[in-house]
């Protein structure tokens, strides 16, 4: 079992930068695959970025690849969203997501979420 409580949401102008992060709970979460999704009012969940329990692979939509890093302490226990030059279209709320499977985490079907936190760019 792995709980996961993500932090770092809140407002900021556009431009400007957030870290999220991750904890979880449970020592599986070193040997695990770990992304982030967002979902805007109205919308579907979607996929920003995944990273392997190595940190030597990493994946990102395309709205925002060289703009979000992800990033990982497993001696921490915790997953990271540096996330830079933020636009208003990136208001969302944002989850983690846990999985010992890469496709599930890459394809929305994670077993592990945490409850989200709400990131808000303005313009």
């Known amino acids: 079992q792995v709980q996961l409580v993500e932090s770092g949401g809140g407002l900021v102008q556009a431009g400007g930068s957030l870290r999220l992060s991750c904890a979880a709970s449970?020592?599986?979460?070193?040997?695990?695959?770990m992304g982030w999704f967002r979902q805007a009012p109205g919308k579907e969940r979607d996929f920003v970025a995944a990273i392997n329990w190595s940190s030597d692979s990493t994946a990102y939509a395309d709205s925002v690849k060289g703009r979000f890093t992800i990033s990982r302490d497993n001696a921490k226990n915790t997953g990271y969203l540096q996330m830079n030059s933020l636009k208003p279209e990136d208001t969302a709320v944002y989850y983690c997501a846990a999985d010992s499977e890469s496709t599930k985490v890459r394809y929305n079907k994670s077993t592990y979420w945490g409850p989200g936190t709400q990131v808000t760019v303005s313009s």
């Open positions: 449970g020592r599986a979460f070193s040997s695990y695959y």
